[in-house]
Structures are given as C-alpha cells and as structure tokens.
C-alpha cells in the first residue's frame, strides 16, 4: 500500500508537470491545447492563475512609459535624491507583478525632469500605470470639535498628524470573525504613542483612515490601542487589500508624477534573432545529449532522460513563479544545463573507478554516488551563492539592485537547484530501476 501511494503521487506530480509545460496554442486535430490554468475559489478566496511563459521586453516587446516629474516644490539640494527615490519606489511596485526585469530610468530634459518606464510582458498595463503612479499617502484623521450646535450633514475631519511614515509595515491578514482580507499596520515607536492619544481621545467615536484622500476605513474606538498595531477594514477584496500593502510598504513617492506618454514596443532582439537564438540552444542540448549516450552508453542514456525530467521541471517553476524571460535569463537556463551535466560525469566517473577496483556494478553504484555527492554539492552551492549575491533579494546597496543580471541570477539559480535534485535524486532512481550490470 504504501509503494502504491508513493507510486500515485509519483504520476501525479509527473502528470502535473507535463500539463504545467504544455506549449501554448497547441492543435491536437480540431482542438486547441494550452498549459494548465486555475480558476477556483477555496476558502472564500479567489485563486486565478495561468502557467504560461511570460518574455521580456527583448523578446516580446511590452509598454513603453513616460512620466513626468513635479519639482515645483522640491529643493535644489534635494532633487537628485528624490527622483532616485523615486524611480527606486517605482522599480520595485513594478517588480510586484513578478520577475518583471523593468528599465527604469531618470531623463532630464531642460528644466524638466522625467521617468521612464519599460514593462515587459506585463498585461494589466493600466493596473501598472495605476501603481506606478499612485502616492498612497496614508493618514489618520479625527472629526473635528465644533462649538456650532447646528448638525451638519457630514463630519468635518482634521489631521492627527499620524501618517504613512509612521509605518513600520503593512501585511495581508484575515478577519478571525468573517474571514474578509485586511490590511494589519504596524507603527513605529513615534506612530504607536501618536496612535494611543489618538485612541484614547476618540473613545466611542470613529478614526477616519484616509488613503490618497480615499476613506477607506472608520473603525470605531471601543478602547485605547497602545500596543502600535491596528487594521484597515473595508470591502476589500484579497488583490485589493494586497495591493493597498504594497503601496504602504513600497512607500509614497517623493515627488508627483503624472503620465506623458504611453506606447506598445515591439521585441529589440527580433524575430530572427529569437529564432536563432532558440536553434543555437536545442544544438547545444543535441549535442550534451550525444555525448552522454556515445560516451558512456546506457548510462548516458539514462542521463539524457534525467537531462529531459531536468527541463521539464525547470520550465514547470518558471511558469508558476512566473519569471519573465528575457536573453539574459535564457542564458542563465542554459548555463545550469552544463552544472546538470556535470554532476552526472562527476557521478558516472567516480562509478567507472570503483568498478575498475573489481567491485560490481551495485556496490560501484552506491560509492561512486557517495563519493561524488560532496563535489556535486559544493559546486552548486558555490554557484548559488553568486546567484544570491547577483539577484540581491535583500537590495543591498553595495550590489546590483536592478536590470538583467538578476533575471540571469533568478534562472541559474532555479537551475542549479533543480540539477542538484535531478542529478542526486533522480538520476540514481533511474540507475536503480533501468541499468542491469551486463554479464
């Protein structure tokens, strides 16, 4: 029973994969097949995803942006730094609708200044202009005390001087009560004492949480929050209360932009240029996989098959993160080929020099996989650590924050990952199963 089971999940993860990988648009006689895709709501949740491969802006083509800066009102000390901040902010809002590789840019152009933005393979183009562009500028608001005894019609709300720079972090949670998405705020030590006063001066009446001038949340104060935690309820859906976090954690921009200019553009690299691009890798791949079979026969046979379930899974967790490919990245996937070939040399080596010492097959088996393990691992996490430092997840300063790299970083890395396993896990199980010592 428990072969079974492990047999049943086995296929179905196999199964899984494959329809992850399938091409887009394929025709099978009078049907029309594409990868697989999800539309389901769980838990009161709406879960609404597509696994299909997303190119970049060298291979697709995308939107072309332009934004122009308001420095009416900005120092002359302070204007470099604030329109870096500012196309920093905008390159990471731009990031959160996935491994998008964005070309971010300040243009000066006499006295005005501009930002421009190229979006690669994104699709809600105005979902992303509504992001970029958005100040989320938070604030706290109380009604105001009136001596007038004549009721008005609506309160009349100030400033409590808590706002968005308060914040030390905005999160997705759920209501325990109903289960609605809301956004938990965090405040710093400034935000919490300003939030206590405000609470305890507003017992039984509502604070008015004001984004971009949008009301959206009047809680009631039944008692003082003093601990600097709070939440922003309304009607909100998950994506809406996400990108509400985002925009609080990502931070106002300095400075106003407004939108100049928008236009599609086509891929730089062209048609032909891609299509050379992908006759060059699957030569390349032909030929590792005629290496591997002329050079040591059937186990060179069962490394090619590991060499194809490689791939196979390597596409399947692009397309699910999604990660926007662009040249670089290809490049990155290809590179991560040759370290999946070379931890089955290494292994088919070590083999091969245990079976010259007179042991069978079985037991060469078993040393050759112990003794090339540590090599193998070595080798990748070596090459997972540049990968981390070229990515800079963290962004830290000293190292590459945007462009290219870190695409070339994200797929190496998914490579090497994914060769580690087949090349321990799963290039062993085919050994067990498939080769027979010959006689």
Known sequence: MKNFFKVFFLVAISVLILLIDLPENLKIGSYTVNPLSVDLKLFGINIKKDFKTKLGLDLKGGSHLVFEADTKNIKAEDLQ??????????????????????????????????????????????????????????????????????????????????????????????NQQDGNPQVALSFNDEGAKLFGEITSRNLNKKVYIVVD?????????????????????????????????????????????????????????????????????AIGLVAVLLFMILYYGRLGMIASLALIIYGLISLAIVRIIPVVLTLPGIAGFILSIGMAVDSNILIFERIKEEMRKGKDFDIASKLGFGRAIDAIKDANITTLTVAFILFNPLNWSFLPQFGMVRGFALTLAIGVGTSLFTGIVITKRLIKFFYKQPK
């Open 81 to 174: 730094d604030s329109l870096s901040s500012a196309r920093d902010i905008i390159e990471k809002r731009v990031n959160f609708f996935g491994v998008s590789e964005p070309t971010v840019q300040t243009i000066r152009s006499g006295n005005s200044y501009r930002i421009s933005v190229d979006l690669p393979g994104v699709d809600q183009v105005k979902e992303a202009v509504a992001l970029i562009g958005k100040t989320a500028q938070l604030s706290f608001r109380e009604e105001k005390v009136s001596d007038d005894k004549e009721a008005t019609s609506s309160p009349v709300l100030v400033e409590t001087g808590l706002t968005g720079k308060h914040i030390k972090k905005a999160v997705v949670d759920f």
């Open 213 to 281: 001038n949008f009301l959206v949340s009047d809680p009631v104060v039944r008692q003082p929050i003093l601990d600097g935690n709070a939440v922003i309820t309304s009607n909100f859906s998950v994506d809406e209360a996400k990108k509400l976090a985002i925009s609080i954690n990502s931070g106002a921009l300095p400075i106003s932009i407004k939108l100049v200019e928008q236009k599609n553009i086509g891929p730089t690299l062209g048609a032909t240029e891609i299509r050379k691009s992908v006759y060059a890798g």
